[in-house]
Antibody, heavy 124, light 107 residues
């Protein structure tokens, strides 16, 4: 069964750090770019970051640049989102999602597999 | 950044109705548009990509059209399972951006 599972969410104080994980299974994880997307309570979807299949290329949104870092360990079938200096407006459900294209030839694509999400609450 | 807008923001409809949701991009994105369905407390689900290509397993009552800046998602005959929020997404360029969503609820 092809799936992504997020973990690592919880309550974190503003300015502290948190690391989210996204574990893939049921597919060749190292063939796919992975994205992070979040959804604040009652709000829409916001793309945060992407990492290429091999980790060589990354891109991120202005709203998290310099604070959040995406990385991956293909040996563990896992992508991470390191959240440094979170703010109260980072409170959201965080989803990871898979690019629907596999391989090094792929450009930006739609997201075909999503995890169930992990809740992050930034509060003192 | 490419801005995405959707209309209407909310749509009240009955089972069996034909439903159309519009999505507009602030600049030409060719056909690099996807549609997602999201139900409360659940992750989004990919319905359509490249504007009009149905994702595997998605019922054929869903269809997409458009290119450039104007797109539509149509549900030919609304079913009880279709009451949800629908988002369009452009993936022409970074940053990837989503529309604000259209909630389809029961009339």
């Amino acid at each position: 069964q092809v799936q992504l599972v997020e973990s690592g969410g919880g309550v974190v104080q503003p300015g502290r750090s948190l690391r989210l994980s996204c574990a893939g299974s049921g597919f060749t994880f190292s063939d796919y770019a992975i994205y992070w997307v979040r959804q604040a309570p009652g709000k829409g979807l916001e793309w945060l970051a992407v990492i290429s299949y091999d980790g060589a290329n990354k891109n991120d949104a202005d709203s998290v640049r310099g604070r959040f870092t995406i990385s991956r360990e293909n040996s563990k079938n896992t992508v991470y989102l390191q959240m440094n200096s979170p703010r109260t407006d980072d409170t959201a459900v965080y989803y990871c999602a898979r690019d629907r294209c596999s391989g090094g030839h792929c450009q930006l694509n739609s997201f075909d597999i999503w995890g169930q999400g992990t809740v992050v609450t930034v509060s003192s | 950044d490419i801005q995405m807008t959707q209309s209407p923001s909310t749509l009240s409809a009955s089972v069996g109705d034909r439903v159309t949701i519009a999505c507009r991009a602030s600049q030409d994105i060719s056909s690099w548009l996807a549609w997602y369905q999201q139900k409360p407390g659940k992750a989004p689900k990919l319905l359509m990509y490249k504007a009009s290509t149905l994702e595997s397993g998605v019922p054929s009552r869903f269809s997409g059209s458009g290119s450039g800046t104007e797109f539509t998602l149509t549900i030919s005959s609304l079913q009880p399972d279709d009451f949800a929020t629908y988002y369009c997404q452009q993936y022409n360029s970074y940053p990837v951006t989503f529309g604000p969503g259209t909630k389809v609820d029961i009339k």
